[in-house]
C-alpha cells in the first residue's frame, strides 16, 4: 500500500507523477489518478501543483482530427454482386462522404459539370479498406489508399485516393485525389497515433471476421 503524501512534499514528486502519464494533454489518466490520490490524503498543496500543470498542458495541447467508422450494413445497397458491409469512416464526427461530396461541388460547378454527381461513391469493406490503408502505409507514402470507390464497387473506375504519412506523434491524411489530380481539395487531417492504430486494428478485426 503507497504511503500518503503530507502537505510538506515537495512539487517535484507531483511533477514526477504527471510527467509518467506521457501524453497528459491528450490522455490525462495519470495525472487525473494522482490528483484523486492527493486530494483523497487531503494533499492540498499537491493537488493544487497538479491541478496548475493538467491546466497547462490542457491550454498548450497539439489538437488532432479524431477518425472512427461506424458500419453499413450488408444488403443497404441493394447490390446483388457486393452485398456486404462497409465501413463507413468518419472524421471529426462527419462521414468522409459528405466531406467529399462538397468539396467536389466546388469542382463540379466550376468546370460546369452537374453538381448532383457530386460524391457519387460508396464506401468500401472492411477487409479492402485496410489492405489499401496498410499498402499506403508500408509503401512510405509512393502509394495512395483509396477510402471510396465507384458505384459499380470498381476502385479502378472511379475513386478517392489519400496519402498517408506517419510522423513521430501522428498519423497524417494528406493530397486527397479523385477523378481530376489537378483539383486542389486543401483537405488534410492529422490524428493522434495511438487513436489511429486502434481505427486500424477495429477494422482489421472485421476483416477476420
Partial sequence: MHAAFNNNDSPAIAKILIDSGCNVAAKSNAGQTALDYAEANSNTKIAEYLRAVMKKAKETSKHYDTIDFRIQPAGT???PWADCNRVVI???EQEIKNIVREKEK????????????????HYLWP?????????????????KAPILCCTCDEV??????????????SVIWKNFESCRKEWNWGLEY???????????????????C
Fill in 90 to 92: 468518419l472524421i471529426n
Fill in 156 to 169: 479502378g473506375c472511379a475513386s478517392v485516393k489519400v496519402c498517408v504519412e506517419y510522423t513521430k506523434d
Fill in 77 to 79: 445497397l441493394e447490390i
Fill in 106 to 121: 466546388e469542382f463540379f460547378a466550376a468546370c460546369g459539370l452537374d453538381v448532383e454527381s457530386a460524391g457519387c461513391y
Fill in 190 to 208: 492529422e490524428f493522434e497515433t495511438e487513436a489511429y492504430e486502434e481505427f486500424m486494428q477495429r477494422i482489421k478485426a472485421l476483416s477476420d
Fill in 127 to 143: 477487409s479492402s479498406l485496410y489492405a489499401y490503408l496498410q499498402d499506403a502505409q508500408l509503401s512510405c507514402g509512393k502509394n
